[in-house]
């Protein structure tokens, strides 16, 4: 049987809406990197693409394999706010701080010296993402265990994944361009956006106060096999973390060629990436609840298929985009590709916490940091391998990073590399949805189990 500190029925608004605003400095901090890291180190610090591509990939690895082990440490902690809450605050502090030292760069005379202050900077940054994530997504499964509120719950969470978009991609590029661009443009951003995460973070701990926790009702201990036969004893779990990888690989191609595609192929300026996400993020956060009544109505699965489609029409598009090619066609394609983006985080996010529910049906026992941090696990790492296979493949058709801060002309060859990275979305999704179609947890399989076990 599992202790709770306290009991709801159903979660207020003002709970949802709190423990949402946690996703949005984390979206903030974790797009910012995504979208802009690759491009501000071989445009700007002067980085060779394939070095930039390593140093994101070492980062992000050494970001996955701490995840379980913070999953371990918040499943054994005992406070008086609860297992999870106590590292919202110390994640956030140090995203904040660590955000701020990725994107302003010492001037060094080594360039091994600015290359190790880089790779510090971005392990400091991954373990505050660690910190904070982690018991974050453990979250859910105890705050609530109907199967709808969930993803109504995780709405919430996408709508704030998308007001983070807005925060680092529209206001960021806004205010790098307005403070002169280059190294004093970044640095000027990350001070405003790593005050935002901070303070953000401190909202999302305070309005989370009497969330629904669960309490450790077993002395076992976790060790790293233990969790790799976690992962394979609960199927759909597994089903899930394939979906996540192949889905978030492609994304994170996406997101990190973009400013590339703006400023290389489509001749737009930095800038203009704010009112891209502009309107990719106001349709992600305006489909909300389309895709939670469709959901409900057909289903989670045949709601991934569709959203997958529309995802991948949008992306592709921007093979056959050119610098003659009026704004309208740019904000048309961001439309789609968020309400495409909204379908797909929702639905890949609500079937976290079932999962687990599944596992505690099997075996009563209460372990969600330990599959929240697989779960963040396989999500980092999919953001590693992105970047770096972008890395690698602008490298190899022969991208010339900066010289000297300013920038290079680049091949017909080298910018096909950008064309290529729009593709991959497309295959990655088709894997995806393969991955969907073995996943086998419904409503009613979850109804089933909690009946057999009341």
Known sequence: MADTACSINSMPFRLRMGWGLGSLSMSAMFNAVSLLLLTFLIEFVGVPAVTAGALILVSKIYDAVTDPLMGVLSDRTKSRWGRRRPYLMLGGLLAGLSFVMIFTVPTFENQ???????????????????????????????????????????????????????????????????????????????????????????????????????????????????????????????????????????????????????????????????????????????SQPAWVFLSRKYGKTRCYYVTSIIFAAATISWVFGEAVDPNWHINLRAVFTGLGAGGLLLIGQSLLPDTIEHDFQRTGLRREGVFAGVYTTVEKMSFAFGPALLGILLGTMGWVEAQGGVQVEQSSQALMAIDIAMIIPTVTLALSCYCLSRYSLTESALRDGAAANS
């Not at 600015?114 to 105890?142: C, D, G, K, R, S």
């Not at 704030?160 to 280059?182: D, H, M, N, R, T």
């Not at 956006?193 to 077993?218: L, M, P, S, Y």
């Open 112 to 286: 091994n010296t600015t290359l190790l202050y880089i790779f510090v900077a971005l392990l400091l940054n991954a373990t505050a993402y660690t910190v904070f994530n982690v018991p974050y997504l453990a979250m859910p499964a105890e705050m609530t265990d109907s199967y709808h509120e969930r993803t109504s719950l995780m709405s919430f969470r996408v709508s704030a994944i998308a007001g983070g978009q807005l925060l680092s991609s529209v206001i960021g590029p806004v205010i790098i361009a307005e403070y002169g661009g280059g190294l004093f443009g970044h640095s000027v951003m990350s001070v405003a956006v790593g005050i935002a995460i901070i303070a953000i973070c401190t909202i999302c701990f305070w309005t989370t106060h009497d969330a629904k926790f669960t309490v450790r009702n077993t002395q076992h201990s976790y060790t790293f096999s233990d969790q790799v036969k976690l992962v394979f004893e609960n199927k759909p779990f597994f089903t899930l973390l394939m979906v996540k990888f192949t889905q978030l690989f492609g994304f994170s191609i996406f997101i990190a060629a973009l400013p590339l595609l703006f400023t290389r192929t489509l001749g737009v300026s930095y800038a203009y990436l704010g009112t891209y996400y502009l309107f990719q993020a106001g349709a992600t956060i305006a």
